[in-house]
């Protein structure tokens, strides 16, 4: 049986975005059966009570440098905005994870690629993630129709749509979550939580495989 493995997260996140290239890339590699499961960063900070990087000064200024080394040695091309607070505190990412939602709903074989083409625009090109333009843009870049476009940004609106969000972030929060990426894995049933992207080696031995560096089966084209 697959070890199933769920990564909750959010693309206001760059370090969430490593452990999502990382883990695409193994899952044809282990034993594994990866669910990607979008929630809402935000709420998580305030349920658990824990604080974004950037209202801590040092680690705000160790994120830049560390970022600049996580591009290196993982292979993603992650390069830090012009304001990064303002992207991450101020803009957020709310309709972005809202949209994610909707296609897992909708297209799911299109969540990754959306999830990627989402990070891409802020965490690489310094491009918005807010506007319903700057989100049909990723649609367009995941290869979503246009139609389905359209009906996938009418129902970030919906009710429906904002409960399933909701109720994601709080399944992570329930699972002990308290930040971006967090990794589960159930082993004998039971849920093992990874936090963050320094994990991979205990994450491999916790469910029996074997780590090989963050470049095994490197195929995205970015």
């Known amino acids: 049986m697959a070890t199933k493995v769920k990564l909750y997260y959010d693309v206001v996140s760059p370090y969430t975005w490593v ?3 990382v883990l695409c890339r193994y899952r044809s590699r282990w034993n594994m059966s990866l669910e990607l499961k979008p929630f809402f960063l935000g709420g998580i900070m305030q349920l658990s009570g824990n604080r974004p990087p ?3 000064p040092n680690k705000a200024a160790y994120m830049v440098t560390d970022l600049k080394r996580l591009r290196k040695y993982y292979d993603v091309p992650l390069n830090i905005p012009k304001n990064p607070v303002d992207t991450m505190l101020n803009k957020g990412s709310l309709s972005a994870q809202r949209l994610l939602i909707a296609v897992r709903d909708r297209q799911p074989e ?3 690629e959306l999830s990627r083409q989402l ?3 802020i965490w690489s090109r310094d491009e918005d993630i807010t506007a319903e333009e ?3 843009e990723a649609c ?3 290869d979503i129709s246009s139609d389905l476009t359209s009906e996938l940004l009418s129902s970030i609106k919906d009710v429906s749509i904002k409960d399933k ?3 994601t972030t709080q399944e992570a929060f329930d699972l002990g979550a308290f930040g971006s990426p967090f990794i589960v894995a159930y082993v004998d049933g039971k849920p093992e939580p990874f936090f963050g ?3 991979f080696e205990i994450l491999a031995q916790t469910i029996g495989e074997n780590w090989e560096g963050p470049l095994v089966n490197l195929k995205a084209k970015y």
């Open 110 to 112: 299109k969540l990754e």
């Open 140 to 142: 367009q870049a995941s």
């Open 54 to 56: 950037g209202m801590v």
């Open 19 to 21: 452990a999502f290239e």
């Open 134 to 136: 700057s989100l049909r």
């Open 165 to 167: 969000l909701k109720a």
């Open 119 to 121: 990070w891409l625009r």
């Open 197 to 199: 992207t320094d994990r």
